[in-house]
């Protein structure tokens, strides 16, 4: 009896620290695929650049062509996390194929702009809209990127 109660907590203990390793190696799968993750957001026109960069800390932008002047800030994790979880909402696959719902970057009334993700090495671009008027399938991602920007 003594070795059925020994065998029995043995095994007991073995799947309990197993599972507890198996949520922790799940823990930090995610976090490697969200460091993994790059956001760029560019737009430009004659005499207009900007160009946002977001990564898991940081934020760079560049306002001008050369790209020598950069701004750099730390991007809060919650801020960041809020980029992932709209990221997650949009099928990437379909992210070149979107439609411009409006067409003012073809006389000059808006910038030209385009999303591109890096992610596992795979880098997907959309295609070009005006600055500002995304088409609706990626709208809250790029209203969120400008509004990181403007704070």
């Known amino acids: 009896m003594k070795l059925f109660v020994a065998c029995f907590t043995l095994i007991i203990l073995a799947s309990n620290c197993n599972s507890k390793k198996l ?48 701004i750099s800030s730390t991007l809060d994790a919650k801020d960041w996390d809020e980029c992932v979880r709209l990221l997650a909402d949009i099928k990437l696959e379909n992210l070149p194929n979107l439609k411009s719902p409006t067409n003012y970057r073809q006389y000059d009334g808006a910038a030209f702009a385009q999303l591109t993700v890096i992610q596992k090495g795979d880098t997907i671009q959309s295609s070009g809209f005006d600055h500002k008027h995304p088409p609706a399938e990626i709208k809250l991602l790029v209203e969120h990127i400008l509004s990181l920007q403007e704070n």
């Not at 737009?43 to 306002?63: P, W």
């Open 23 to 70: 949520a922790l190696t799940k823990t930090n799968e995610n976090t490697l695929q969200q460091s993994a993750v790059t956001i760029s957001y560019s737009a430009h026109t004659r005499g207009f650049y900007q160009k946002l960069i977001l990564k898991q800390n940081s934020l760079t932008e560049f306002k001008d062509y050369e790209k020598i002047n950069a």
